[in-house]
Antibody, heavy 122, light 111 residues
C-alpha cells in the first residue's frame, strides 16, 4: 500500500525557517517525481515545488522561488521542503504528493499524504 | 500565472448529472492533454478522479468523466450520489516554468 506521511509542520515566526519531511513507502520511491502542494485555510490547492526521480532537477512556484528548497534522499525514501524567510501568506496545509506515471498519468498526483499544517505568525 | 477558472459552486439532485467547467488558456489547458480532476472532502487530502483529460484511475466509478474543448475542460458526474458532495479541483500542466496550475475549486452540493 502506498503511503506518504508528512511531518515537521508547526508554528513559526515571520522570517523563520522550517523543514518539512515526507516519508514514502509501498512503492519504488526512487522511480517517481515528487511534489509539494499547499492549501491555505479555506482556500484552494496551489502547487509549490517538484523534484525529479534522482533529485537532479527541481522547479518552484514563483511565490516561493528563492526561499524554499526541495530535496530528496532516495536511500531513506524521503523528500524534504526547506522553507526559509517564511511569511504569513505561507500559512497552509502542505501536502506531499506523488506524480503519476504512464499508468496513472504524468503531471497528475495519484497519491497524497495527509498534510502538515504550517502556521506563520508572531 | 493565474489559477484556472472554475465556478465556485454547483449542485444537483441525487441521480442527476452535473458538469463542472475549468477554463484556462492556450498555455495550459488548451496546450496540453494533461488536465486532472481531484475530489476533496472536508479535512481530507485530495483524491485523483480524472487524469490526462478523460482517463479514470482504478477504483474511480465510471459515473465520473472528463472532456476538453479548446481552453476549457469539464468534469461530469452522472447519477449523483450523496457521497459525491465535495470540493472539486481541476489542474493542468502549464509548461516547465509554472509546471502545474490548479483551479480555484468548485463546491458540489447534492441537494
Amino acid at each position: 500500500e502506498v503511503q506518504l506521511v508528512e511531518s515537521g509542520g508547526g508554528l513559526v515566526q515571520p522570517g523563520g525557517s522550517l523543514r518539512l519531511s515526507c516519508a514514502a513507502s509501498g512503492f519504488p520511491f526512487s522511480s517517481y517525481w515528487m511534489h509539494w502542494v499547499r492549501q491555505a485555510p479555506g482556500k484552494g490547492l496551489v502547487w509549490v515545488s517538484r523534484i525529479n526521480s534522482d533529485g537532479s532537477s527541481t522547479s518552484y512556484a514563483d511565490s516561493v522561488k528563492g526561499r524554499f528548497t526541495i530535496s530528496r534522499d532516495n536511500a531513506k525514501n524521503t523528500q524534504y521542503l526547506q522553507m526559509n524567510s517564511l511569511r504569513a501568506e505561507d500559512t497552509a496545509v502542505y501536502y506531499c504528493a506523488r506524480e503519476g506515471d504512464f499508468w496513472s498519468g504524468y503531471y497528475s498526483f495519484d497519491y497524497w499524504g495527509q498534510g502538515t499544517l504550517v502556521t506563520v505568525s508572531s | 500565472q493565474s489559477a484556472l477558472t472554475q465556478p465556485p459552486s454547483a449542485s444537483g439532485s441525487p441521480g442527476q448529472s452535473v458538469t463542472i467547467s475549468c477554463t484556462g488558456t492556450s498555455s495550459d489547458v488548451g496546450g496540453y492533454n494533461y488536465v486532472s480532476w481531484y475530489q476533496q472532502h472536508p479535512g481530507k487530502a485530495p483524491k485523483l478522479m480524472i487524469y490526462e483529460v478523460s482517463k479514470r484511475p482504478s477504483g474511480v466509478p465510471d459515473r465520473f468523466s472528463g472532456s476538453k474543448s479548446g481552453n476549457t475542460a469539464s468534469l461530469t458526474v452522472s447519477g449523483l450520489q450523496a457521497e459525491d458532495e465535495a470540493d472539486y479541483y481541476c489542474s493542468s500542466f502549464a509548461g516547465s516554468n509554472n509546471f502545474v496550475l490548479f483551479g480555484g475549486g468548485t463546491k458540489l452540493t447534492v441537494l
